[in-house]
């Protein structure tokens, strides 16, 4: 992994938490984006080189809208940058972590993206991210 690359954080009301973040963090968001492969709206602040992800279900069967009914609002992920996910994947798993995802998928930002399941990885939820640039391989 080479580095935190955002927190992601779960929230009902993206609006209202911008609101809350921009004071907490005396600055405002730089990017608002939707994903409608996952039923999310997000949103970015950059805090020193992280990322502070919101996360809005636009869904009631989103991953996020999930995580809220059952948990309410807070810290949904760590994600971590790596320079190529499919061998990340590939190598985790042969290291006893469960990927959610067998193969990577399009996220926001400009991520391509793959999740660990909590159960393996100390109770949080690991999302590994990869700039999202053409690739070579087959069947990418």
Do not use: W
Not at 51 to 72: H, M, Q, V, W, Y
């Amino acid at each position: 992994m080479e580095k935190l690359e955002h927190i992601g954080i779960a929230v009902k009301n993206l609006d209202k938490a911008n609101a809350l973040f921009a004071k907490l963090l005396g600055k405002p968001h730089y990017k608002v984006e939707e994903v409608p492969g996952e039923g999310v709206r997000t949103s970015f602040f950059d805090i020193g080189g992280v990322k502070i992800e919101l996360l809005e279900a636009t869904r009631a069967d989103s991953p996020i809208a999930t995580f809220i009914e059952k948990r309410g609002e807070g810290l949904h992920h760590l994600a971590f940058e790596v320079t190529d996910v499919h061998e990340k994947i590939v190598h985790l798993s042969d290291q006893g972590f469960h990927p959610l995802n067998t193969k990577p998928k399009e996220g926001a930002d400009n991520k391509l993206i793959a999740f660990l399941h909590p159960k393996t990885s100390g109770s949080v939820l690991v999302e590994l991210c990869q700039d999202n640039v053409k690739s070579n391989r087959v069947g990418d």
